[in-house]
């Protein structure tokens, strides 16, 4: 068990990065770019994108109170909530830029030890979303 906590450790310590400054672009039929995580990235099996809806819309509301209310913040939840409903038009590369636009937006928030495990738990929906994006290949 001690050896779960200091990969745990390692992990979170890892975390500190220099995120992108502006949205990255996307062009239909190109990979959608996950965020950063970390130097350990899930590996999943790719779900449809619109399975993941609900996480979305918990991290675009839940979630991301925890982190304020600070107009950064607002962008973050905005760029959320706007992945979900692209996603649920069935639109894969407006889903893609609202992903990097999230994540450009959380990577800008201020390094705060007490939101990390919200700013975390954004950023691993994001990467999910990304891999799924991906993997539908515009296909639902």
């Known amino acids: 068990m001690k050896r779960c906590w200091l990969l745990l450790l390692v992990a979170v310590a890892a975390c500190q990065h220099e995120g992108p400054t502006a949205p990255l672009g996307y062009t239909s039929g190109t990979t959608c ?6 130097p350990v990235v899930a ?13 979305l819309l918990d991290a675009s509301s839940r979630v991301s109170s925890a982190l304020g209310t600070s107009a950064s913040v607002q962008l973050v ?12 038009a069935s639109n894969d590369a407006g889903a893609c830029g609202q992903v990097t636009t999230a994540a450009s937006a959380v990577a800008a928030l201020p390094e705060d030890p007490a939101t990390l495990p919200d700013r ?16 539908a290949g515009g296909q639902h």
């Open 77 to 88: 939840q905005t760029a959320l909530y706007g992945v979900a409903a692209n996603i649920g």
């Open 120 to 135: 975390d738990a954004i950023r691993l929906v994001l990467m999910l979303v990304a891999q799924s994006l991906t993997a």
């Open 43 to 55: 590996t999943v099996q790719p779900m449809v994108p619109a399975a993941l809806r609900s996480a």
């Open 33 to 38: 770019a996950p965020p950063t995580l970390a």
